[in-house]
C-alpha cells in the first residue's frame, strides 16, 4: 500500500526532513555508542619512559578549592621531579595566590583587566614559563581550579603521551554529581562525552576534541605559538577544531579527573551561553575550512568537529524559528495562511519531534548510567534515578540557549567555585 502525501502540509514535511538530516548529520556517533559499548576502554601499551610536565591551572578567586587540586597533583603515583605546578591568580580579590603557593606551587600574578578571560590567561602564563624555564618540559596538562585528578592520572596520561600525541584529552567525571538536577545532568553529558565519544574515536582511529581541562598539549604546540593564540570564548574546542583542520590528531587517555558543575540553572544558563555563542564564534571562524579539509583531504575529524560546531545548533535554531514564525503568523491569519488542520499537524508536528528527542536524551543517560555507574558518586540513589527523567529536560534548555546566544552579547564570566572537597570525599560519595 502506497502511503499518501497529499494530505501532508508544507511545514510538517519540513519538520520532517529537518529531523532526518539531523539524523544522517549525527549517525555517526551512534555507531561511536556502539562502538564504546562493544568494546569498553581503550588500551593503551605502557610507556617506554617517564616524561617532564608542567600542570597550569589558570584561577580567579579560587582560594576555596585551589589548595585541593594542587594537594593531587602532589600526590600522584609519578616521580614529583618530573612534575611542577604553575598557578596564574588572575585579578584575585581574594587569597588565591597565597593558598596556591602555601600548597606547593608555582604562582604568577595577573591583572590586566583589559584582557578577560582564561585563553589571555593562558598566553600570559605559558609565555612567561618558557622565557624563565626554557626547554624544560615536555608537555603541559591544563586544568581549572576546581579539579581534582585521581591518583593514578599522569602515569596514564603519559602512556598515551609517549605514543607520540602533541595533545591528549581525558576521562571527565563530576565531583558534585549529587547537588542538584543540574550538575547530575552535566555529569551525564561528560561522563557520555568520555566513554562514548572521545574513546570511541581513539579506538576509531580518529582525533578526538579537548574540552574545558584535563586535557594535555605539547610543549612543541606551546612553543611554536610562543604561547596561546585560540581567544575566543570556547579556546577548548577552537583548539580542536584548528587541529583537525590541520590534520594533527588529539588522542584519548583514560585518565579520570574531576569537575565541579554548576549547581543553579541560572549558573548553568550563564556556561552554556558563553559556550554557544564560542561554538558560533569557532563556526564563523572556521567552518569553511573544516568543509574543505573533509571535502578535499578526507578528513574525518574535520567532519565531526563541523557537526560539533554547527548542525546541531543552527538545525535547532532553524526548527524554532520556522514553526513559531508558522504558528503566529498562520494563527493570525484567521485561516488565509493556514487552516486549523494545518496548525493541528504544525503542533503534532512539534510535539512528536520533541517526543522523539525526549526518548533519545532518555535512552542516551540511561546508558550512560547504567554502563558508567562504577564512576558516579553520589550518596543519593533516588538522584541518579531522577536524573534519568530530568537530563532530556536539561537538553531541551539547550533551544532557547542556542537562539539567544545568536542575538545577545556573551561576555566571558567567570564560574564561581565552592565545592571544597577531597578525592577521597568524592570517592566516598560526598556532595
Known amino acids: 500500500m502506497l ?13 520532517f ?5 539531523f539524523t544522517v548529520c549525527f549517525l555517526y556517533q551512534g555507531v561511536f ?6 568494546r569498553g576502554e581503550v588500551r593503551l601499551p605502557p610507556a617506554k619512559r617517564r616524561h617532564r610536565y608542567a600542570f597550569f591551572i589558570a584561577a580567579h578567586n579560587e582560594e576555596a578549592v585551589i589548595a585541593n587540586l594542587v594537594r593531587s597533583i602532589k600526590e600522584q603515583d ?7 605546578i604553575f598557578v596564574v591568580a588572575d585579578a584575585c580579590t581574594d587569597d588565591t595566590a597565597r593558598v596556591a603557593r602555601e600548597a606547593g606551587a608555582i604562582v604568577y600574578e595577573r591583572n590586566d583587566l583589559a584582557r578577560k578571560g582564561k585563553s589571555w590567561v593562558m598566553d600570559y602564563g605559558f609565555d612567561r614559563i618558557l622565557n624563565e624555564y626554557p626547554g624544560r618540559y615536555e608537555a603541559f596538562f591544563i586544568f581549572d581550579a576546581d579539579n581534582l585528578l585521581s591518583r593514578d592520572y599522569v602515569s596514564i596520561m603519559n602512556d598515551a603521551f609517549d605514543q607520540g600525541y602533541l595533545a591528549l584529552t581525558s576521562y571527565r567525571n563530576s565531583k558534585n554529581y549529587g547537588s542538584s538536577w543540574i550538575s547530575s545532568a552535566y555529569a551525564t553529558w ?6 562514548f565519544l572521545n574513546n570511541a574515536r581513539m579506538i576509531c582511529g580518529t582525533s578526538c576534541a579537548v574540552s574545558g581541562s584535563g586535557f594535555l598539549v605539547s610543549a612543541k604546540i606551546i612553543e611554536g605559538m610562543h604561547g596561546w593564540d585560540f581567544h575566543t570564548l570556547t579556546e577548548d574546542i577552537q583548539f580542536s577544531t584548528f587541529c583537525a583542520i590541520h590534520g594533527v590528531r588529539i588522542g584519548y587517555a583514560p585518565a579520570e579527573f574531576y569537575d565541579e558543575q554548576p549547581v543553579t540553572f541560572a549558573a548553568s544558563w550563564k556556561q552554556r551561553m558563553r559556550w554557544t555563542k564560542g561554538f558560533y564564534q569557532v563556526f564563523f571562524t572556521y567552518g569553511s575550512q573544516l568543509v574543505k579539509s573533509f571535502a578535499i583531504l578526507r578528513r574525518f575529524a574535520a567532519y565531526d568537529l563541523f557537526m560539533t560546531v554547527a548542525p546541531g545548533n543552527l538545525l535547532s535554531l532553524i526548527s524554532v524559528l520556522v514553526n513559531v514564525t508558522f504558528l503566529i503568523v498562520g494563527s493570525l491569519s484567521h485561516g488565509f495562511l493556514a487552516t486549523d488542520r494545518e496548525l493541528a ?13 525526549y526518548l533519545t536524551f532518555f535512552v542516551l543517560g540511561l546508558l550512560t548510567t547504567v554502563l ?4 558516579i558518586h553520589c550518596p543519593s540513589r533516588l538522584r541518579v534515578f531522577a536524573n534519568l527523567f530530568t ?5 531541551f534548555t539547550y533551544i532557547p540557549i542556542t537562539v539567544a546566544a545568536l542575538f545577545l552579547k556573551v561576555d566571558w564570566v567567570p564560574t564561581q567555585h565552592g565545592v571544597s572537597v577531597t578525592l577521597d570525599q568524592v570517592m566516598d560519595g560526598a556532595k
Request: contains cysteine; aromatic residues 14%; proline residues 5%.
Open 190 to 195: 561528560f561522563l557520555r562525552e568520555a566513554r
Open 3 to 15: 502511503l499518501d502525501l497529499s494530505n501532508i502540509t508544507p511545514i510538517v514535511a519540513f519538520n
Open 372 to 375: 558508567e555507574r562504577g564512576h
Open 33 to 38: 555508542f556502539l562502538v564504546g559499548i562493544l
Open 391 to 395: 537530563f532530556p529536560l536539561f537538553m
Open 78 to 84: 609519578y616521580p614529583s621531579e618530573l612534575i611542577d
Open 345 to 357: 499537524m504544525c503542533f503534532g508536528s512539534i510535539a512528536m519531534t520533541f517526543g522523539s528527542m
Open 17 to 21: 526532513i529537518l529531523g532526518a538530516l
